[in-house]
């Protein structure tokens, strides 16, 4: 059972950025590809950006390319979302969530724990 929790999240104007944190429970936290993902009101819950297992590999959809990075410290549990030049499209309740395998993993169905999610809100 792995239980994850976010912070870090809040209110920034356009062009701001913001830095989020998912703190995971567990002593196997090396073992979990992690990702984060994001929804909007009314909309679904889209991929972000996902981690393999010990950093050095990552994905990002494509309206994060160039503005956010992902990255974790398996020493201390934590996987990061540094967000850059943030969007009033960016503006969603931001997830993260872990999935029980090494590599890079996208789909939402494919993840096994989840955050209770952190809102972020850019303003214009």
């Known amino acids: 059972q792995v239980q994850l929790v976010e912070s870090g999240g809040g209110l920034v104007q356009a062009g701001g950025s913001l830095r989020l944190s998912c703190a995971a429970s567990?002593?196997?936290?090396?073992?979990?590809?992690m990702g984060w993902f994001r929804q909007a009101p009314g909309k679904e819950r889209d991929f972000v950006a996902t981690i393999n297992w010990s950093g050095s590999s990552t994905y990002y959809a494509d309206s994060a390319k160039g503005r956010f990075t992902i990255s974790r410290d398996n020493a201390n549990n934590t996987t990061y979302l540094q967000m850059n030049s943030l969007k009033v499209e960016d503006t969603a309740v931001y997830y993260c969530a872990a999935a029980r395998n090494v590599g890079l993993v996208t789909k939402t169905t494919s993840f096994d724990y989840w955050g209770q999610g952190i809102q972020v809100t850019v303003s214009s």
């Open positions: 567990g002593r196997t936290f090396r073992s979990y590809a």
